[in-house]
């Protein structure tokens, strides 16, 4: 029986570079509005305000992880535990059948009847989950034709940064959607066990219109950062760098474009976080200045000029191509920014013929002598939610359903939905790490996955070297977090704010490819404030001054 790495062929959702991308350009902008508000104008609620609407945490005992995460950071496992800890004993359905949508990036599976995986789990649930998968690279497509057509599963999950582009969804969830507050609220969560193990934050995030509406997925501190190929540079026989120029340098090093190797993809939003920019406000004397207005951002935006001006960017990637993590993986480029969540899912696709295959992190460094200043994740990322018209007793077994794929690391119920049944569909190698097989290579796919959140940790010892390097870079890195002055508190933006945002970034896609001089800045930046920008800096202002923060 030929084995698998465990992860398949397919792009999984935290490695999806434009999922990564299209975050960091859209800052938090879920929250609670009160009744009566719209959410055009934008509106903000205090964090702590939502404590009655979210469940009661009750903190799930599970594996003790071998490397603490420290200053937010995950925990490490550098090795799968030798008994997995039974968290549902029970399977939580009664015999219902539900469908469900999630994003899926990659080919799809056999479907029911064709597929023993989605036979295995359904069993371990005791109910039927029927997937209806949709092109992740497509989603929000999809997803805006879904919400307006009024056309949900009973269980949708819709990545954060989809809902964040999504015009009027804060008037649409409460439609659409369930409102779980009854069944989760408070002491009522204890029922579901391990969802009352995901963090408070995560759950604040679900809280749409004073009624918590969805199921979160806790996010990883950070979204996404440069990869490079730890292998390559080793042959060329250099370090990683530590600074913007030891970056460039290395670049005109190993830029061959008669080898077809070139140094570089995109990483404009990396390089705001080198140069010190703020992810969105910086709030000082009184004043707010946004990203788009300090001088760590143009820093950034002319240092990318820079590196495509020398010609050290792939020529698919200065034309907006999407095929970033082949020409990575291939070795046609060397450094290049993605979700962060990209490195496993390359090792699971090139270890196998590649076995000297090593990618890591760029080390975390500021420009000028200054320290970076690292852009956070919002808490969750991703949204679950339950079709509104069910019945009370179905409510509650697809709240069952979540709970059982809420299970963490360490457990049973985490082997079944990742991996299927042992023996059939994985197998535990030397080192009790899973390798899927011929049938679960084809098969197993990440649909229960994306239907419930669990803690964020480090688990992929299967890899080499991988949960060491990946918990010290996030221990290193969680150091560098942002200030940010609306900590705490859950803001939609005003919509022509918000709206605004995208004709700033794709000139500034323009500017550092060569299309527009950098000096297109200036009147960009204008635009931007007259469309919106300024009418954003007096709604957050006034966020400030309500909250006693001015």
Not at 168 to 197: I, K, M, S
Not at 326 to 351: C, K, P, T
Not at 430 to 448: F, H, K, M, R, S
Request: aromatic share 10%; with cysteine; glycine share 12%.
């Amino acid at each position: 029986m030929r084995l698998h790495p465990p992860i398949p062929t397919r792009r999984r959702f935290l490695g999806l570079a434009g999922a990564g991308a299209l975050a960091a350009l859209s800052p938090s902008v879920l929250t609670s509005c009160s009744p009566g508000e719209g959410a055009g104008g934008g509106s903000a609620a205090e964090a702590g305000s939502l404590d009655s609407l979210i469940p009661t945490h009750i903190p799930f005992e599970g594996v003790v992880p071998d490397v603490e995460g420290l200053h937010g950071a995950p925990d490490g496992f550098t090795s799968y535990p030798a008994e997995f800890i039974r968290a549902v004993p029970e399977p939580p359905g009664r015999g219902g059948s539900y469908t469900a949508m999630t994003p899926l990036w990659g080919p799809l599976p056999p479907g029911p009847g064709n597929n023993s995986f989605f036979d295995h789990v359904n069993g371990r649930l005791g109910t039927t989950v029927e997937f209806n998968f949709q092109d992740g690279n497509t989603v929000i497509d999809k997803m805006n034709a879904v919400i307006a057509g009024r056309d949900v599963a009973d269980l949708t999950m819709i990545p954060d940064w989809v809902i964040n582009l999504m015009p009027q969804f804060n008037r649409a969830v409460g439609e659409l959607f369930e409102d779980l507050t009854p069944h989760l609220a408070g002491d009522a969560a204890a029922a579901y066990p391990l969802l009352a193990n995901l963090e408070s934050d995560a759950w604040r995030w679900n809280v749409f219109n004073d009624r918590l509406q969805g199921v979160p997925w806790p996010a990883e501190p950070f979204g996404n950062w440069v990869l490079y190929r730890r292998d390559l540079l080793e042959e060329y026989g250099l370090e990683a760098p530590t600074t913007p120029d030891e970056l460039f340098a290395i670049g005109e090093e190993v830029n061959d474009p008669g080898g077809d190797r070139w140094a570089f993809g995109d990483f404009t939003l990396s390089m705001r976080q080198v140069f010190g920019a703020p992810k969105q406000w910086r709030y000082s004397g009184g004043e707010l200045t946004h990203m788009f207005e300090t001088d760590e951002w143009r820093a950034s935006v002319e240092f990318m000029r820079r590196i495509f001006d020398a010609g050290l960017v792939h020529p698919d990637i200065v034309a907006l191509g999407d095929n970033s993590k082949e020409l990575l993986n291939s070795g046609r480029i060397v450094f290049n920014q993605d979700g962060i969540g990209a490195w496993h899912e390359a090792y699971g696709q090139m270890l196998g013929d590649a076995p000297d295959f090593r990618l890591d992190l760029m080390p975390v460094f500021g420009a000028n002598g200054a320290d970076p200043v690292m852009h956070r994740s919002d808490p969750s990322a991703q949204s679950v939610f339950v079709r509104r018209g069910l019945e009370p007793e179905q409510i509650e077994e697809l709240l069952g359903v979540l709970n059982f794929c809420a299970a963490p690391f360490g457990t049973r119920e985490y082997m079944d939905y990742r991996y299927g049944e042992e023996g059939v569909h994985h197998e535990l190698d030397g080192d009790g790490a899973p390798q899927l097989t011929d049938l679960g290579a084809g098969e197993v796919n990440d649909g229960y996955y994306f239907i419930s959140g669990r803690p964020p940790a480090v688990t992929e010892s299967q890899f080499p070297d991988f949960v060491e390097w990946k918990t010290a870079w996030y221990n290193n890195a969680a150091r560098f977090s942002e200030e940010d002055p609306f900590a705490g508190i859950r803001i939609q933006r005003p919509e022509r704010f918000a709206g605004a945002e995208t004709p700033l970034t794709d000139r500034v896609q323009d500017i550092i490819r060569g299309r527009e001089d950098l000096g297109a800045l200036d009147g960009a930046v204008a635009d931007w404030r007259r469309d919106g920008g300024d009418e954003g800096r007096e709604f957050y202002l006034g966020v400030l001054q309500e909250h006693g923060r001015d």
